[in-house]
């Protein structure tokens, strides 16, 4: 509609002006909204394609009144027209048609009173007032009208139109479109056309939640994973006991990682114990005094440090717990990872937190070799971008050989620790009843480490924490590690 309207006006006033908007825009659409015929003139007007001069009319129009004049006749008329041969009382009359209609029959000498009864005296009558009204008001007499308006049959209203003449820039009038609409999108013919707005601007960033680094980093990790078929395990729990923590790991009770000073301990429940006593019997006696091969640690196990709850240090416990199961269940080859919060007692610095995420991959097979640990491991981190990789000999309760696991830092121009690593300890592993010649290779790194390689931070209180910036979050892309 908006552009039939463009089309009158422009070859209207290709010959000259537009007298009156309000009639223009009745004669080319009667039933469109004169209030969006002005927006569009408007819109003419501030480019200066048109020129509008305001013009405030008077115009008569006919009230309520006057409408029902126009319908049922008027209030004389009406009261002719019911009298009967028996007449009608003034007072009924008054009532009926109103205070004026009797003085008006009167006068114009259609009815007569006798003995106190309106009676027709004219034979028959013509409603002049009604057809004055049908009429066109403006050329009704002035007395007449003012009469009209007195009877308030008629009524002053201000009926505002403009005069529309060319502007200064009519010539040179664009043919840009202000609007895009659905259909052009459709039929494709946006392309053709050059619009007033600029539709290539960026629009809005939409108001929604954002991913923090640390999220964003985890979910790449995971996919590396799930690409290379592992399965993720279930890390839920918080809370673990010093059983399968550290006990099941042939982690001796004095080891000082088991000391208050690196672990929380629980007050409430101070202790749980969700092992087998099979379990148990035999983690105690590798423990105490040594077995499958193993002279064991040689001192006095006890239940009471196994089952002290406690924040798990690392998710080490986890896989234990899988492998338990993975026994009990009849062994099958497997990769296992996980990826989720650790508790450490430790002295909080740019780079320590008590708390932190672990990142851990585990691969149970037959006669699998520290080998197969350097291949695995080696891909993983070139999937990760980093493809120059060293091995440094180390030492882990349960793990033998142990591996710290170093990386090529091109940025930092240094070898950095990125994690560590080592094969399952037959002290660990055969007390949950695995087969002999499975071996159990694993690794761990932190989340927090390679996210803040990633984001260029120096404080690991900058990604986690009370103290992390919601810009900054808000406005970090997505990581993206440069995978091979
Ligand atoms: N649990 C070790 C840590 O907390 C990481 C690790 C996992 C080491 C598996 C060897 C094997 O650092």
């Known amino acids: 509609n908006k552009e039939l309207f463009n089309e009158k006006l422009f070859s209207t006033l290709d010959n000259g002006e537009i007298e009156n908007s309000r009639d223009w825009s009745n004669s080319v659409d009667p039933s469109c909204n004169y ?6 003139l ?8 048109i020129k509008l001069d305001y013009i405030d009319s008077i115009v008569n129009c006919l009230t309520d009144a006057g409408k029902e004049v126009l319908k049922n006749g008027s209030p004389e008329a009406r009261l002719y027209q019911s009298l009967t041969a028996e007449g009608m009382s003034p007072a009924d009359a008054n009532k009926q048609f109103g205070a004026s209609a009797f003085g008006s029959a009167k006068n114009k000498g259609w009815i007569e009173i006798v003995k106190g009864k309106i009676l027709r005296k004219a034979e028959s009558i013509v409603d002049t007032v009604k057809q004055d009204l049908e009429g066109d008001l403006s050329k009704l007499d002035a007395k007449i009208l003012t009469d009209y308006k007195k009877a308030r049959f008629v009524e002053e209203k201000k009926m505002s139109f403009y005069k ?39 629009g809005l960033v939409p108001e ?84 499958y091969g193993s002279l064991g640690w040689i001192y006095d196990w006890k239940i009471e440090e196994a089952e002290k709850n406690i924040l798990r240090t690392h998710t080490t416990a986890v896989s234990a717990r899988m ?3 993975l026994a009990q269940n009849g062994f099958k080859p497997k990769k296992y990872f996980s990826i989720d919060r650790v508790f450490r007692n430790e002295t909080l610095d740019a780079t320590h937190l008590a708390e932190f995420h672990q990142v851990e991959g585990v691969i149970a097979d037959v006669d699998i070799s520290l080998s197969h640990l350097i291949g695995v491991i080696s891909e993983f981190f070139k999937r990760l971008g980093i493809d120059n990789i060293r091995f440094k000999p180390a030492f882990n309760p349960y ?27 037959p002290e660990m592993l055969l007390p949950m009843g695995l087969p002999e010649n499975v071996r159990v290779a694993a690794w761990g790194l932190s989340l927090e480490r390679p996210t803040m390689i990633k984001y260029g931070l120096d404080n690991i209180r900058n990604i986690f924490g009370n103290n992390i910036n919601v810009n900054f979050i808000k406005n970090n892309p997505i990581c993206m590690f440069e995978s091979k």
């Open 208 to 291: 929604s939640g954002y991913r923090h680094p640390l999220s964003k980093v985890k979910n790449e990790f995971k996919q590396i994973f799930l690409d290379m078929g592992f399965e993720e395990m279930p890390t839920f729990n918080f809370v673990e006991n010093g059983f399968w923590n550290f006990d099941a790991l042939f982690q001796p009770q004095q080891h000082p990682a088991r000391e208050s000073h690196d672990t929380f301990f629980i007050k409430d429940p101070m202790t749980s114990h969700d092992f087998t006593d099979e379990h148990l019997e035999r983690v105690k006696k590798v423990h105490s005094v040594g077995g």
């Open 164 to 202: 529309v003449s060319k502007g200064e820039q009519y010539n040179k009038r664009s043919k840009e479109l202000s609007d895009l609409t659905t259909d052009m999108l459709k039929d494709e013919s946006w392309s053709k056309e050059s619009f007033k707005v600029n539709i290539n601007a960026m």
């Open 323 to 325: 492998l338990y199961k």
């Open 42 to 49: 408007k819109s003419w007007e501030s480019l200066n394609t």
């Open 399 to 425: 793990t033998e050989p142990s591996m710290e696991i170093f990386g090529y830092h091109p940025m930092l121009k240094r070898w950095v620790e990125l994690g560590n690593s080592g094969i399952f300890r």
């Open 35 to 40: 209030n969006d015929v002005v927006g569009l």
